[in-house]
């Protein structure tokens, strides 16, 4: 083995360190390998579902079956069937995090939930391989009529609210992951926000991976009625294995009118994740749907955050970070649909390569017909730090009426050799100003953020900046 | 003793072009000394080799600071070491803001052997000191937020650098054209700003087309360059006579200098 392969294993061990922990667990349930009728089946038996969930997995399954594999973006080398796509930790979900099992309890310790759930946090739900085995929401909000379940228990407990959405944004059909997630779908999160309801702080949910070869397949579906709004955040890690494990979920959200719906997403997967997720929003008159995106970790991220503009004056705000280091391709990117009048949209990607990383952004920018008056602007920078290291840029754009404004603008840069010598002259190391013209090129969107998860932000940039000068 | 700065016999290339042609200076604390010359003799090329950037190719002599050779330093090491450059047209960093940017400098600066990660200067006692640089050079506390010459008019990048040697208090500096590009108010502000900052105390090498701010920081010696050397010295007085009669003397007293001037004003000087 070279010197060189053994430095950069060392390197990827300290950054990922945070997070590169197993916990031992007896889980309660876990199903053999592989995907079939069988699984699938015996996942809706688990979960007491309703026939109608039964059918809606056992169709998905036959579409997932029969579509091929995306043959776009990036190199999927998976074998489906020796993957474990149901485990279940805990025989039930913990209201207080004194019911949850002490082994993963101190997980979450570790990853520091419950303490950020004390100081600034709405709400919480932590899903530890398949389930949600912790959740919480302040009072007043319940009070108000705020519902933020696990999806499983919304199966059960709110089965029309589901059922009118559940699989209506993004179908089963839409693409190979997407009806993969509907037939072994587990956990994820249900929110409701009331009429008029504002959620002043932050609803969190954490994704943990904790076993080798497994695969997570959680399902979001957040309703913002009329004129309310609500931050959503995830977070999501795992430890790292030597083979890869799966993490592909359906997120849908619908933004009624008047309403605000902010999704914010810092992933920061080990460097042996598949991540293919689907979400998508709808956002109805005047709404205003913002996704926030970071990609820092996993081995293979595609994902493209959507905004389906659906009445007038409707907006959808796409901010997407991806940082992608040795091993790693991030195909990020965005979707833009203006399906109505006066409506606005507004992409912003910023991605960083290094390592050898490589970091595509892909992008949709569509105005169907009769979408008159919508304002479209689509900004992509990318900032390659050394040679290794690539950037794409994969745009399309689709304009089926006159009547619109359309600006796309890319740029690529290398670290620039005058702004670190600028830098370096006023006595900052080189690594020092590397760290802070990276940390310059994402404020754009890191002031976006809220204080908390600013820092956070900031401080995974700095683990992944270490030891990138030599 | 007296900080001293000695360029011994400079060799400087950019690629297989040789700009500097055996440049020889020796600067001694509380000096001013202006350096002069037309378009493309290497005025700012003089400043970068001193500062270390790395496109600057030195290929003989030295620069010695206190006797000791910094040609190996890295330019953050030169910096930590006391020298100081006000670049003629400083690059933007976007999303850094200035009090982020000068609080790690201006720590390093003053702990030169703080490791990546180490604690800077209290926020309390950078704010204060900021503050009131800013103030005597009668800048908007905004300023302080906003990008490192991001969006910067001229006036406002000169400023920002005479800020950062206000803050930086280097040994010896270089101001590359600091007054250029300004109004006369504005260039008598800068002029008065170096004066109070660093007249009489810090080495300054002073590059300039204009006589004010020579005026309120008269030199101790002018330094002409010409092709790529310092063809002659003088006091303030040669500084003068450039000013107001040009260099047709100097042109044609020093012909061969005149010559390789000439060939490579044809190429654009390498500024930044």
């Given at each position: 083995m070279s010197t060189e392969l053994t430095e950069s294993q060392e390197l990827q061990s300290?950054?990922?360190?945070?997070?590169?922990?197993?916990?031992?667990?007896?889980?309660?349930?876990?199903?053999?390998?592989?995907?079939?009728?069988?699984?699938?089946?015996?996942?809706?038996?688990?979960?007491?579902?309703?026939?109608?969930?039964?059918q809606f997995r056992l169709e998905a399954l036959k579409i997932f079956e029969s579509k091929p594999m995306p043959e776009w973006g990036g190199d999927i080398d998976l074998d489906f069937q020796d993957i474990f796509y149901y485990l279940k930790p805990t025989t039930e979900q913990g209201k207080s995090w004194d019911d949850v099992p002490e082994e993963i309890k101190d997980?979450?310790?570790?990853?520091?939930?419950?303490?950020?759930?004390?100081?600034?946090?709405?709400?919480?739900?932590?899903?530890?391989?398949?389930?949600?085995?912790?959740?919480?929401?302040?009072?007043?909000?319940?009070?108000?009529?705020?519902?933020?379940?696990?999806?499983?228990?919304?199966?059960?407990?709110?089965?029309?609210?589901?059922?009118?959405?559940?699989?209506?944004?993004?179908?089963?059909?839409?693409?190979?992951?997407?009806?993969?997630?509907?037939a072994v779908w587990s956990g994820g999160s249900f929110i409701y926000v009331p009429p008029g309801v504002n959620i002043e702080f932050p609803l969190q949910a954490y994704f943990r991976i904790n076993e080798e070869n497994m695969g997570q397949f959680e399902r979001t579906l957040i309703i913002v009625d009329e004129g309310a709004q609500v931050h959503y955040v995830e977070g999501c890690t795992a430890p790292m294995y030597t083979s890869e494990s799966l993490h592909s979920a359906v997120v849908e959200v619908v933004v009624k009118k008047n309403a605000r719906c902010r999704y914010t997403t810092i992933q920061n997967w080990a460097n042996n994740i598949y991540n293919l997720v689907t979400k998508r929003a709808f956002a109805y008159q005047d709404a205003t749907m913002e996704w926030v995106d970071g990609n820092l970790g996993s081995k293979l991220t595609m994902k493209y955050p959507a905004v389906y503009m659906m009445e007038p004056g409707a907006r959808g705000e796409i901010l997407s970070i991806a940082f992608s280091s040795k091993g790693q391709h991030q195909d990020a990117g965005a979707k833009l649909v203006h399906c109505a009048p006066d409506t606005t949209g507004t992409i912003i990607s910023k991605s960083i390569s290094k390592n050898g990383g490589r970091s595509s952004y892909r992008g949709l920018a569509k105005v169907e017909k009769g979408a008159v008056n919508s304002k479209c602007s689509v900004v992509c920078d990318a900032l390659i730090l050394d040679d290794a290291s690539r950037s794409d840029t994969y745009p399309y754009i689709e304009i089926n009426e006159q009547d619109v404004s359309m600006g796309h603008e890319a740029s690529v840069s290398r670290i620039g050799e005058e702004q670190l010598f600028y830098l370096m002259s006023r006595g900052l190391s080189e690594a020092e100003a590397s760290t802070m013209i990276v940390n310059g090129f994402i404020e754009p969107l890191v002031k976006e953020l809220p204080m908390e998860y600013a820092v956070e932000m900031n401080r995974l940039i700095q683990l992944q900046m270490e030891g990138s000068v030599g | 003793m007296s900080d001293v700065l000695k360029i011994v016999d400079l060799h400087v290339s950019i690629g297989d072009k040789e700009i500097l042609r055996g440049v020889n200076l020796s600067m001694t604390e509380g000096e001013t000394h202006a350096l002069m010359g037309p378009n493309g003799s290497g005025k700012s090329t003089l400043g970068l080799a001193i500062m270390g950037h790395p496109n600057y190719n030195c290929t003989k002599g030295e620069i010695l600071l206190n006797g000791e050779n910094i040609l190996e330093?890295?330019?953050?090491?030169?910096?930590?070491?006391?020298?100081?450059?006000?670049?003629?047209?400083?690059?933007?960093?976007?999303?850094?803001?200035?009090?982020?940017?000068?609080?790690?400098?201006?720590?390093?600066?003053?702990?030169?052997?703080?490791?990546?990660?180490?604690?800077?200067?209290?926020?309390?006692?950078?704010?204060?000191?900021?503050?009131?640089?800013?103030?005597?050079?009668?800048?908007?506390?905004?300023?302080?937020?906003?990008?490192?010459?991001?969006?910067?008019?001229?006036?406002?990048?000169?400023?920002?650098?005479?800020?950062?040697?206000?803050?930086?208090?280097?040994?010896?500096?270089?101001?590359?054209?600091?007054?250029?590009?300004?109004?006369?108010?504005?260039?008598?502000?800068?002029?008065?700003?170096?004066?109070?900052?660093?007249?009489?105390?810090?080495g300054l090498l002073i590059i300039t087309h204009h006589d004010k701010l020579l005026e309120h920081n008269p030199p101790n010696f002018t330094h002409v360059i010409l092709g790529g050397r310092i063809v002659e010295t003088g006091g303030k007085e040669?500084?003068?006579?450039?000013?107001?009669?040009?260099?047709?003397?100097?042109?044609?007293?020093?012909?061969?200098?005149?010559?390789?001037?000439?060939?490579?004003?044809?190429?654009?000087?390498?500024?930044?």
């Open positions: 300290t950054e990922i360190n945070k997070y590169d922990f197993k916990t031992e667990t007896t889980a309660v349930f876990k199903a053999r390998k592989g995907v079939d009728a069988e699984i699938v089946n015996q996942i809706s038996d688990i979960k007491n579902e309703p026939d109608w969930m039964r997980t979450f310790e570790k990853l520091g939930i419950p303490e950020a759930e004390r100081k600034y946090l709405a709400g919480v739900k932590a899903q530890f391989e398949s389930e949600v085995i912790y959740g919480s929401l302040k009072k007043d909000l319940s009070d108000q009529g705020v519902l933020f379940t696990d999806t499983d228990t919304a199966v059960r407990e709110h089965p029309e609210l589901l059922r009118e959405y559940f699989g209506k944004i993004i179908p089963s059909t839409d693409n190979k992951f997407a009806a993969l997630n509907s | 330093l890295e330019p953050n090491e030169r910096a930590r070491a006391g020298i100081f450059m006000a670049f003629q047209r400083p690059v933007a960093i976007p999303g850094v803001k200035m009090a982020d940017f000068l609080r790690h400098a201006t720590t390093n600066v003053r702990n030169p052997d703080r490791k990546e990660g180490e604690d800077l200067i209290p926020m309390r006692e950078f704010r204060k000191e900021i503050k009131a640089n800013m103030e005597q050079l009668q800048m908007d506390s905004e300023f302080a937020r906003r990008y490192v010459n991001d969006g910067f008019s001229g006036g406002e990048m000169k400023r920002a650098e005479i800020l950062q040697l206000a803050m930086l208090q280097p040994k010896f500096a270089i101001l590359d054209e600091t007054d250029s590009g300004l109004d006369a108010d504005a260039v008598r502000l800068a002029s008065q700003s170096i004066n109070e900052i660093g007249h009489n105390k810090m040669l500084a003068e006579e450039l000013h107001a009669e040009g260099y047709d003397r100097i042109r044609k007293q020093y012909p061969e200098a005149a010559k390789v001037n000439d060939e490579s004003e044809s190429e654009a000087e390498v500024v930044v």
